[in-house]
């Protein structure tokens, strides 16, 4: 079960989506040794980039970052528009130190330092062309109070807000096995709905908000997409039509690779890893996202300087480095 269905209604403006991810979440659980209540903190929000990057209208990756000072410094999931997506975080604490009934304020908003920075990086994105990025901070301001949101679904929602983006609704729910995941958004009601007089577009929504309000982590978590569909929007669909697109396959993929490893470090410096090799007898580095390991020994990085000296005349001089 690693699928995704996108669906639209004929009687209400309403796009949705369902999501359901199995042995794809299991790929990224097992190169990891995170404890219960950030696993759980991990999944939902690999639910949550799924969903959004099945939304996008172009060629490319959607990244969801979250940052702290509390225990969860950085939280990375990554998801490219064919589905394909990897995910990472980085403590600030040793794991044994994570209570297993810890929120998500108290993870990721440990003195309202919590922010959800989430960018959309287009594949043919032309160098020197920056990314369009969001960010929002972590917590709600009532008045005087401050309130740290307590679910990955709640800081999305968080985020569509302060984002001006269409009215959406985002129900995540996640656990050693699975993810699963709903996603309603409101369309322009001018779009394909203009058979709704304004007051049906709007009763059309509601209704759909509420059907998708009865929805359980138990049938996110258990049921295909197609049956919660059914299930959910049956009155829907009997009424006044649910159409369905062919459901979509997400797979764990990353995308690291030695050439990658290579830039990095040249970044770091000739001079840099000369050192480590000295003290060590080689480069070794893991992938912060699969845990692949690559090696560079002294021949090795002999060879990546000297590429880059090549490559460097070839190259109008930049300002980095
Ligand atoms: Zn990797």
């Known amino acids: 079960m690693n699928e995704l269905l996108v669906f639209m209604c004929d009687g209400a403006p309403v796009r949705g989506e369902i999501v359901s991810i199995g042995s794809a979440w299991q790929a990224v659980l097992e190169r990891r040794n995170d404890p219960p209540a950030i696993r759980k903190i991990l999944g939902d929000f690999v639910g949550a980039a799924t969903l959004l990057s099945a939304s996008l209208k172009f060629d490319g990756t959607l990244i969801i970052q ?45 003195s309202h330092s919590g922010r959800l920075v989430i960018t959309l990086d287009p594949a043919d994105r032309e160098p020197g062309q920056a990314p369009y990025q969001g960010i929002v901070a972590l917590q709600e301001h009532a008045g005087m ?3 740290p949101v307590t679910s990955a679904a709640e800081a999305i929602a968080l985020y569509m807000q302060n984002s001006e983006q269409l009215d959406t609704r985002i129900w995540l729910s996640s656990n050693e096995t699975h993810v699963g995941g709903l996603l309603l958004q409101r369309l322009p009601d001018s779009g394909g709905h203009a058979h709704l007089d304004p007051q049906e577009a709007a009763e059309g929504w509601n209704r759909i908000q509420a059907l998708g309000e009865t929805i359980t982590d138990e049938e996110l978590l258990t049921l295909t997409p197609e049956v919660i569909l059914r299930r959910l929007f049956l009155e829907e669909s009997v009424n006044s039509g649910v159409r369905s697109f062919p459901a979509r396959k997400i797979q764990f993929s990353c995308r690291c690779s030695r050439t990658k490893v290579a830039d990095i470090l040249r970044m770091l410096g000739e001079e ?43 190259r109008p001089p930049s300002s980095g480095h």
């Open 145 to 147: 109070v401050i309130k």
């Open 272 to 314: 840099e890893v000369e050192d480590i090799i000295a003290e060590q007898g080689k480069v070794e580095t893991a992938c912060e996202f699969c845990g692949k390991m690559y090696q560079f020994d002294a021949v090795d990085c002999r060879q990546v300087f000297k590429t880059d000296l090549l490559s460097d005349a070839t």
């Open 66 to 110: 979250a940052q702290s000072k509390g225990p969860i410094q950085l939280l990375v999931v990554e998801c490219k528009s064919d589905l394909s997506m990897r995910a990472t975080l980085k403590l600030s604490v040793d794991p044994s130190e994570i209570e297993p009934d810890a929120t998500l304020g108290e993870l990721l908003d440990a």
